[in-house]
């Protein structure tokens, strides 16, 4: 990897950690659903413009894919972050971002119908363990509702892993700007019913309407493409470790901007989930340099 696609990766760590901050600002003012729906919305918007700069045509023959895709990668995940957002911080839900190859090997597994390596299973063990020992011992587990939060962080990551192992099996053959384009209207429409008989908690204010631009434009448009360049420069594996470092950067974001506390259970449980996501995905640091 050289250093102008080290810089790529590292920026976009920045900018996926930063959407649980965004998150955390317009959540509390247009709640969750309205909060998702202009983010995708936006978002679908955005690349919609940018495929008719590329001249990119929209592929309707995949219109089955971008549904399961929109829904499972991007619309059930999304509302659920955002409903977890309503108690949990910004750091504890970028942590819990860090599970989702963990569900993904596992879901892979039960597909495929066969056992996990040794080392897998180890992973998905220390993951675990990471995840009781960050929930367990910090003080926003005690505030009403910071249970469901988490279940819901957890689902999240449930849905990307079914949406990793159905772009393997069943959408791998769709170019990846069209996958992204196309799961963006998939998603929307969706969202439509729940958007259309849902209302804003209250009136937002200009720092509301910047966070959902940041969310759908930057964390979700320009963070796509950034990802796709990626995995097309580096390979998908070396584009994995993003993982690694979303947390990092979820955490600094909501320290700086929002003043969250960390703890030292948060970080011996991020390092211990973060250790069973590398096993899981057989997560090299040496190799991803070369």
């Not at 920045?14 to 959540?27: H, N, Y």
């Not at 360049?229 to 974001?253: D, H, K, N, Q």
Request: net charge positive; hydrophobic share 55%; charged share 5%.
């Amino acid at each position: 990897m050289n250093f102008a696609n080290a810089c790529r990766l590292t920026l976009l760590a920045a900018i996926w950690g930063a959407s649980f901050l965004f998150l955390r600002l317009a959540v509390p003012s247009l709640g969750p659903i309205w909060t998702i729906s202009a983010r995708i919305g936006l978002a679908a918007v955005f690349l919609a413009l940018v495929a008719q700069a590329l001249k990119q045509g929209f592929a309707w023959q995949h219109w089955r894919e971008y549904l399961i895709l929109g829904i499972f990668n991007t619309a059930l995940p999304f509302l659920a972050y955002g409903f977890a957002a309503r108690t949990l911080n910004a750091s504890m839900m970028s942590i819990l971002n860090a599970t989702a190859p963990i569900w993904g090997a596992v879901i892979m597994a039960l597909i495929i119908r066969k056992m996990p390596t040794f080392k897998v299973c180890l992973g998905l063990l220390i993951g675990i363990l990471g995840v009781a020992i960050l929930v367990g011992f910090d003080r926003v587990v005690s505030q009403t509702g910071a249970a469901l939060g988490i279940a819901t962080c957890l689902s999240a990551t449930l849905c990307y892993g079914i949406a990793s192992a159905y772009t393997k099996l069943k959408a791998s053959h769709i170019p990846s700007f069209q996958v992204a384009h196309g799961s963006m209207w998939g998603a929307s429409l969706f969202l439509l019913p729940l958007f259309a008989t849902s209302q804003p908690i209250s009136t937002p204010t200009p720092v509301v309407w910047l966070a959902i631009a940041g969310l759908a434009i930057l964390c979700t448009g320009a963070a796509y493409l950034l990802y796709f360049r990626l995995v097309r420069e580096i390979g998908a594996a070396s584009t994995l470790t993003v993982t690694f470092l979303i947390p990092v950067f979820g955490i600094l974001w909501g320290t700086l901007f929002l003043g969250e506390h960390i703890g030292s259970n948060t970080l011996i449980g991020a390092l211990i989930i973060l250790l069973g996501t590398a096993l899981v995905t057989g997560f090299n640091p040496l190799a991803s340099r070369k």
